[in-house]
């Protein structure tokens, strides 16, 4: 599968942005789809995930009440709704997939396929 996240951009901390993630190749509804991000002179950190049916989410404790995982498997996109944005959430975001289901969600090693990120900057 292949992957195209989109929808990054330079926003006023307490905005909102929509990023999105289209698939290609490969069956879409059976990969587990995750975010994560990576700051600045960070390490890269879970952001949230869904199941295959998006029945199931899984987010970062400190991200749960702003962001809000999606998935439309007739569009084989993905998206991150994030709200109340602010200033150490800029980083850039990337998608990842993973064609079996597990536990492990929040472990970026275990997913094979990652889209080239999108670049989220929050201004103070």
């Known amino acids: 599968v292949q992957l195209q996240a989109s929808g990054g951009g330079l926003v006023q901390a307490g905005g909102s942005l929509r990023l999105s993630c289209a698939a290609s190749?490969?069956?879409?509804?059976?990969?587990?789809m995750g975010w994560f991000r990576q700051a600045p002179g960070k390490e890269r950190e879970f952001v949230a995930a869904?199941?295959?049916?998006?029945?199931?989410?899984y987010y970062a404790d400190s991200l749960k009440g702003r962001f809000t995982i999606s998935r439309d498997n007739a569009k084989s996109t993905v998206y991150l709704q994030m709200n109340s944005l602010r200033p150490e959430d800029t980083a850039v975001y990337y998608c990842a997939a993973r064609n079996w289901y597990g536990t492990t969600w929040h472990e970026g090693g275990s997913y094979g396929y990652w889209g080239q990120g999108t670049l989220v900057t929050v201004s103070s």
């Open positions: 190749e490969g069956t879409f509804s059976s990969y587990v």
């Open positions: 869904i199941g295959w049916s998006a029945g199931s989410t």
